[in-house]
């Protein structure tokens, strides 16, 4: 079984609308959606959930009234400010379980917390494992670790011998749980200063944990000189571009009607993704 993951640094390039159209033209695989904060390569795919779990994050505190003394202790040594009298601001509490340890009369308990769901789909294009992090929760490297492991048990199960695996944008911890142990990573960039900026930090972040990076420039056209110098950049780092995909009305169509856009039509985009995925289905051997 091969690992490939789409990453871009930056969000807005093009990441999920190329995975999407992965999707399509690669066989026999099992899709993942590791971008848990904000996952929408849902929108493309159609899929339909056949069954969730929960995801628990931290424990939350909870005071017991009837045990409590109310010497305000906890209070003072929260550094989230919340606990207000005796009661837990449960959108502020982190978790840390230090009002647990240091309650003198063991009135704090620690709750388990749902931080969000994790989901297994069915879609025209194959198995998609999914999931959502509830608002303000943390522990999203811990869903992402969650979602690709679920990922690969279900390829095991069904025999599928690639996971194409849609990251989250940025180089934390997300990123670095998408990272590790996998064969391939697709950085997806674009001709804008944010994009070489954070094109590079994806690199350096590959480089560490030692896998193997292609980097893809979407919409090439709209910076022909700030192309020239991510592909001067990726030539010096030894990172291929097989392909530059120029700007095209045809993918914003495509999203609109929620389908990946090689399927919805043709066109020089359409044409150099498909070449992305030869380039890509060759190293993934």
Known sequence: MRELVVLSGKGGTGKTSICGSLAVLAANKVL??????AANLHLLLEPEIKSSSPFYGLPKAQINDDLCLACDLCAHLCR???????????GNCEGCGVCYHACPCEAVEMLPHIAGELHLSKTRYGPLVHANLGVAEDNSGKLVAAVRKKARQVA?????????TDGPPGVGCPVISCLSGIDLVLVVTEPTLSG?????????????????AVVCINKWDLHPGNTESIEASCRRRDVPVPVRLPYDQIVKE???RAQPVVQYGSGPVVDGIVALWDELRTRLV
């Open 32 to 37: 993942a959606d590791c971008d848990v904060d």
């Open 156 to 164: 095991e199960a069904e025999k599928k011998e690639l996971i194409i």
């Open 196 to 212: 070489m900026h954070d094109m590079e930090r994806m690199l350096d972040l590959a480089d560490f944990f030692n896998v193997k």
């Open 80 to 90: 989230f400010n919340a606990i207000r009298g005796q009661r837990v601001l449960t």
């Open 254 to 256: 495509a999203a609109c």
